[in-house]
C-alpha cells in the first residue's frame, strides 16, 4: 500500500476528513482534480477597487461563451473568476427542457473558498421528515448522533452566532455573533412581536470574531469586515480548506498532496470486496497512473462523487461500483431558490452602519413546524435576508451623466432589504445523474447527464414562501413590496445533496450509518452526495460533522483490523 488512506476532493468534506485521518496518525494521500492553490499569494483580497477590471464585471461575450452557467451564482465577478470552471472546457448534458446549474470550481480547496459561509445544524425536524411523511427513506441517524461532532466542527472552524434555543434550529458552539443594523432590528421586533412563532436572528457564519489560540495557531485572525470573501482571505478570517484543516493536517507530517490529478474511476477486488485503486488521469500530461491505500473516501462533490462510482463498472458491479441498490445518482436535490420578496423602507435615513458585514440574518423555518393550519404540502422553508442602504446597486442602475449624477449618488439612498428563501425538495428516484452513452470530456471519461425537476411539492412551497415574505416586508412598514417569480431551476442554490444516500437498508441506499459503502468495505462518502433529504437549512456545517464522524470511525475500524 503507498497509503493508509486515500481522500479524493479537496473541499469543505475532504478537508475534514484529511485532517481527522492525519491526526489519527494515517499516511493519507489527498487527491484534487484541479491546479495547487498557495493560500494568501494566490488570492486578490488586497487588491484595491481600481485594479478590479472593470468594476467586478464580466464581458457578456466572455460570460455568454465561456461561463454562462457558472456566472449565475452571486460570488462571480472579474476578480473571482479563476474559482469557476469554464463551462465550455468542462461540458454535461441535461433535457433540452430541464436545465441543471452545476456550479463548481476546480482547484485546490474547491467551493471552500467561494462558499457562503452560512452554518446551521440540521435538527431532527430534519433528520426525521422522511420516515414523518413517507417521502425517501428514513435516515439512519437523528441529532444527537451528530450533535458532538457538530460541537468539535464548530469550535475549530469558528462560527460566529447567536444562540436563540430553537428545536428546529439547534443552538452550537458559537464566537460572539455580528450584530444587527438598525433596520433588521427594527423587522425582527415587528415580526417577533406580530408572529410569536417566527425567530428572526443574525446568520451564523464561518468567520472568526474572537480567534482562540487554536486558530491562531494556524495563521487565522479576526474578520476584517470587508466582504469580498469570494477572492480568497488572507487573513484567514473564514474557514476554508487552505485556512484551517489543510494547514493542521500538514501540521502532522502524514499528509501528500497531489493536485492535476482526475480521478478516472475505482478499481474493484471482489475477492477481498474492497477498492483495490484509485486510477487517475494527469491534467497536464494526460498519462495515467494508480494509487493504493487501505481506505478511501470519495469527497468529489455530490455530482463529481456519483460520476465517479457510475463509472467504476465491473464484473460484479455493472452499474457502477457500489451499486447494488441502483440507488447510485438517484435522488439528486438541492434547495429551492429564487423565491422570496424585497422591499424598500421609508425610514431610518439618518442612521447607516460600519463596514461590509459578511452574513446577513436569519429566519428559521416555521410552516410545519410552529405554524400548521392552511399548509397544502409537506416540509417548509427558511429565509436568508439583508438589508442595506443602496449606494452600490444606484451607482450601477440610475440613469445620468456628469456632475447631476455624481451630486444626486453622494446621497446612500433608502434602506432596502432583501428576504431569500431556501425550501426543502423532496428527494425522488427520478432526479438523477447519469452517464452520456455518447460523450466524453477531453480525458476520454463519459459526461455527466443531469434530469432534475421541481415537483408540484416544491412549487407549492414556493408560493406560500413568497406571499409569505411579503406580507412580512409590508407588516414591518417596507414599501414598493415585491414578491419573487418562479422558483429556479435546480442548482441555483450551489447546495446539490443525494446521489450516494445513507440509509439502513442495502437495498434501498449506498452507504450506512457511518458514511461506508454497504457493498464495499473500504468505501466511504462523506460529501453532499451522502445526504438522506436537504433540510432547510445550508448543508455545509452538516458535511463537516458527517466527515469528521466517518474518517474517525474509519480509523477505528483500520486500527482494529476490521477494513
Known amino acids: 500500500m503507498d497509503f493508509d488512506a486515500i481522500v479524493v476532493g479537496s473541499g469543505i468534506s475532504g478537508g475534514w476528513v484529511a485532517k481527522e485521518l492525519c491526526e489519527r496518525g494515517l499516511k493519507t494521500l489527498m487527491i484534487e482534480r484541479g491546479p495547487n492553490v498557495e493560500h494568501r499569494t494566490d488570492y486578490l483580497d488586497f487588491a484595491p477597487p481600481w485594479e478590479v477590471p472593470n468594476r467586478g464585471q464580466v464581458p457578456e461575450d466572455e460570460k455568454a461563451e465561456h461561463y454562462a452557467i457558472q456566472s449565475t451564482c452571486h460570488a462571480f465577478n472579474s476578480a473571482s ?15 433540452p427542457d430541464r436545465p441543471y446549474a452545476w456550479i463548481r470550481g476546480y482547484h485546490l480547496g474547491g467551493r471552500s473558498i467561494t462558499w457562503g459561509r452560512q452554518t446551521y445544524r440540521l435538527s431532527d425536524y430534519d433528520f426525521g421528515a422522511n420516515k414523518l411523511d413517507g417521502n425517501g427513506i428514513d435516515w439512519p441517524i437523528r441529532y444527537e448522533d451528530l450533535s458532538p461532532w457538530y460541537d468539535r466542527v464548530e469550535r475549530f472552524a469558528g462560527i460566529s452566532g447567536s444562540a436563540e434555543g430553537l428545536e428546529q434550529l439547534p443552538d452550537g458552539q458559537f464566537l460572539p455573533p455580528m450584530e444587527l443594523n438598525c433596520v433588521e432590528q427594527s423587522f425582527k421586533e415587528k415580526i417577533e412581536a406580530s408572529h410569536p412563532t417566527r ?144 422591499g424598500t423602507h421609508p425610514g431610518f435615513l439618518d442612521r447607516y452602519y460600519y463596514g461590509r458585514r459578511p452574513t446577513g440574518f436569519y429566519l428559521p423555518r416555521y410552516i410545519n413546524v410552529t405554524e400548521k393550519d392552511g399548509v397544502d404540502f409537506v416540509r417548509g422553508f427558511a429565509f436568508q435576508g439583508y438589508s442595506g442602504r443602496s449606494t452600490w446597486d444606484r451607482a450601477r442602475t440610475e440613469a445620468g451623466v456628469g456632475a447631476e449624477l455624481k451630486q444626486r449618488l453622494r446621497s446612500p439612498g433608502r434602506w432596502e432589504m432583501q428576504l431569500i428563501g431556501f425550501g426543502e425538495m423532496l428527494p425522488r428516484a427520478e432526479n438523477r445523474v447519469t452517464l452520456d452513452a455518447k460523450r466524453t470530456d477531453q480525458w476520454g471519461i463519459p459526461l455527466v447527464h443531469l434530469d432534475c425537476t421541481h415537483g408540484e411539492n416544491e412549487r407549492r412551497l414556493a408560493e406560500r414562501a413568497n406571499r409569505d415574505a411579503a406580507a412580512m416586508l409590508a407588516a414591518a412598514g ?36 457511518y458514511n461506508q459503502a454497504h457493498d464495499v468495505a473500504n468505501l466511504f462518502v462523506t460529501d453532499g452526495s451522502c445526504m438522506v433529504s436537504t433540510g432547510t437549512a445550508n448543508p455545509s456545517l452538516t458535511y463537516m460533522a458527517l466527515s469528521a464522524r466517518a474518517a474517525n470511525h474509519a480509523a477505528d475500524l483500520l486500527s482494529s483490523s476490521e477494513i
Request: charged letters at 20%; glycine letters at 8%; one cysteine or more.
Open 199 to 342: 425567530r428572526v436572528t443574525v446568520g451564523r457564519c464561518a468567520h472568526l470574531t474572537e480567534p482562540t489560540q487554536e486558530h491562531i495557531s494556524l495563521g487565522r485572525g479576526p474578520c476584517q469586515l470587508r466582504s469580498v470573501c469570494d477572492r480568497g482571505c488572507g487573513y484567514g478570517a473564514y474557514f476554508s480548506t487552505l485556512s484551517a484543516t489543510l494547514p493542521a493536517a500538514r501540521k502532522t507530517g502524514n499528509l501528500t498532496v497531489v493536485t492535476d490529478a482526475i480521478v478516472e474511476r475505482l478499481d474493484y477486488d471482489h475477492a477481498k470486496r474492497r477498492v483495490s485503486a484509485v486510477r487517475v488521469i494527469d491534467a497536464k500530461t494526460r498519462q495515467g497512473r494508480s494509487y493504493q491505500a487501505r481506505v478511501i473516501f470519495l469527497c468529489a462533490s455530490t455530482i463529481g462523487t456519483a460520476q465517479i462510482l457510475l463509472s467504476s463498472r465491473s464484473e460484479y458491479f455493472p452499474n457502477g461500483l457500489a451499486n447494488s441498490s441502483d440507488a447510485v445518482g438517484r435522488y439528486l436535490m438541492d434547495h429551492v431558490v429564487g423565491i422570496g420578496a424585497k
Open 81 to 95: 473568476k479563476k474559482w469557476w470552471v469554464r463551462d465550455s472546457d468542462h461540458p454535461y448534458t441535461t433535457p
Open 478 to 513: 417596507f414599501e414598493n413590496v415585491e414578491s419573487n417569480g418562479a422558483i429556479r431551476p435546480p442548482g441555483q442554490s450551489v447546495h446539490e445533496m443525494g446521489t450516494a444516500r445513507m440509509g439502513r437498508d442495502p437495498a434501498t441506499s449506498v452507504l450506512n450509518r
